[in-house]
């Protein structure tokens, strides 16, 4: 009866441990993958803020430009 259990118990057993090893490698790849997707967020938001700087003061100027050619053709 033991040898009966054993046998069937035993696979288990190491289907377990290879599933928990194959669990931590996973683990460890997704930590290492949201670490570059934090990096590449951060990236992200420093060039979305320049771009939005730069587009502000190309908005600026286009105004600008609008009111100085207005101006023009009251003149």
């Given at each position: ?59 600026k100027a286009?105004?600008?430009a609008d ?9």
């Amino acid at each position: 009866m033991y040898y009966d259990v054993f046998v069937s118990v035993e696979p288990k057993k190491a289907a377990v441990q290879a599933a928990k090893e194959t669990l931590a490698a996973a683990t460890d790849k997704k930590a290492s993958v949201d670490e570059k997707v934090a990096a590449l967020n951060a990236a992200l938001k420093v060039l979305l803020d320049e771009y939005n700087e730069v587009m502000a003061a190309k908005q600026k100027a286009l105004d600008e430009a609008d009111k100085c050619e207005r101006k023009l053709n009251l003149a």
